[in-house]
Antibody
């Protein structure tokens, strides 16, 4: 059974930084692209970023481009999202999810983590 | 980007009834790359349908998807108590990936 476990969320001041992690178990991590999707409190889903299975290709939503960096360490079976220059509107639950297709920007997501909450507030 | 508009915003039905949820795209979705997810309160989304009409692994056959171009439908027949949740459509045929705003299916 595929399991994805996010961590790293918390309370950060505007302008601050944080790194989220997503650890995999249960599938061949290095074979699949991965993605981050966020959900602001009481709101819908918003795609944030995606990365190819090798890490060689990355993709970002315009709302986070230049501020967030997606990466992965296949030897550790872990996905990361570095969040810099954080804004109040970045407050959300951040989910990692496994992409099913290639490229991961042309994919639906068949397994999701439980999410980690980021709150950006002064 | 493609904007997905879901309707209705809230649907009130009773167990045993059928639900029809709509997802309309602002322009044609390439290759019918349209997925549906179910999200229950406090939980992560669960994939139901991909490719507009293919059921994901383990999804009961009372869930069905249809449509192409700009108009897509998720139909849930014989509603069970566990089906009451929020449903989202997602297009992945055009960059960037976008989601609809969701339809809340509530017990009448």
């Amino acid at each position: 059974e595929v399991q994805l476990l996010e961590s790293g969320g918390g309370l950060v001041q505007p302008g601050g930084s944080l790194r989220l992690s997503c650890a995999d178990s249960g599938f061949t991590f290095s074979n699949y692209g991965m993605t981050w999707v966020r959900q602001a409190p009481g709101k819908g889903l918003e795609w944030v970023s995606a990365i190819s299975n090798s890490g060689g290709s990355t993709y970002y939503a315009d709302s986070v481009k230049g501020r967030f960096t997606i990466s992965r360490d296949n030897s550790k079976r872990t996905l990361y999202l570095q969040l810099d220059s954080l804004r109040v509107e970045d407050t959300a639950v951040y989910y990692c999810a496994k992409a099913t297709g290639w490229p991961p920007i042309r994919s639906y997501f068949d397994n999701w983590g439980q999410g980690t909450l980021l709150t950006v507030s002064s | 980007e493609i904007v997905l508009t879901q309707s209705p915003g809230t649907l009130s039905l009773s167990p045993g009834e059928s639900a029809t949820l709509s997802c309309r795209a602002s322009r044609s979705v390439s290759n019918t790359y349209l997925a549906w997810y179910q999200q229950k309160l406090g939980l992560s989304p669960r994939l139901l349908i991909y490719g507009a009409s293919s059921r994901a692994t383990g999804i009961p056959d009372r869930f069905s998807g249809s449509g192409s171009g700009t108009d897509f439908t998720l139909t849930i027949s014989r509603l069970e108590p566990e089906d009451f949740a929020v449903y989202y459509c997602q297009q992945y045929g055009n960059s960037p990936i976008t989601f609809g705003q969701g339809t809340r299916l509530e017990i009448k």
